[in-house]
């Protein structure tokens, strides 16, 4: 049984910084693709990073580039997601998925964590 465990959201004042945790149990992350989405209020669900197994390629979406970096511990099957200078916009629902694409596409993607919420206030 594949499980996905998000955790460190929470709230935090525009420029600051938080580190969102990927826990992965039931699958080897090392030899697939581990992405991060997020969904704000009243908007869909839109990429935001994902890493290749090996960890050595990754991906960003235009709006975080720069200020977010994904990164993954193969020894604790964890990918973490490093947010800095964070702005009102990054506010939602954070998700951490699992898949064997490499893609943006969410749909692609066969499991998926609970969420965690960021908040990022002004």
């Known amino acids: 049984q594949v499980q996905l465990v998000e955790s460190g959201g929470g709230l935090v004042q525009a420029g600051g910084s938080l580190r969102l945790s990927c826990a992965a149990s039931?699958?080897?992350?090392?030899?697939?693709?581990m992405a991060w989405f997020r969904q704000a209020p009243g908007k869909e669900r839109e990429f935001v990073a994902r890493i290749l197994g090996s960890g050595t390629i990754t991906y960003y979406a235009y709006s975080v580039k720069g200020r977010f970096t994904i990164s993954g511990d193969n020894a604790k099957n964890t990918v973490y997601l490093q947010m800095n200078s964070l702005k009102v916009e990054d506010t939602a629902v954070y998700y951490c998925?699992?898949?064997?694409?490499?893609?943006?596409?969410?749909?692609?993607?066969?499991?998926w964590g609970q969420g965690t919420l960021v908040t990022v206030s002004s």
């Open positions: 039931g699958l080897t992350f090392s030899t697939g693709v």
């Open positions: 998925a699992a898949g064997w694409l490499s893609t943006d596409n969410m749909s692609s993607y066969n499991y």
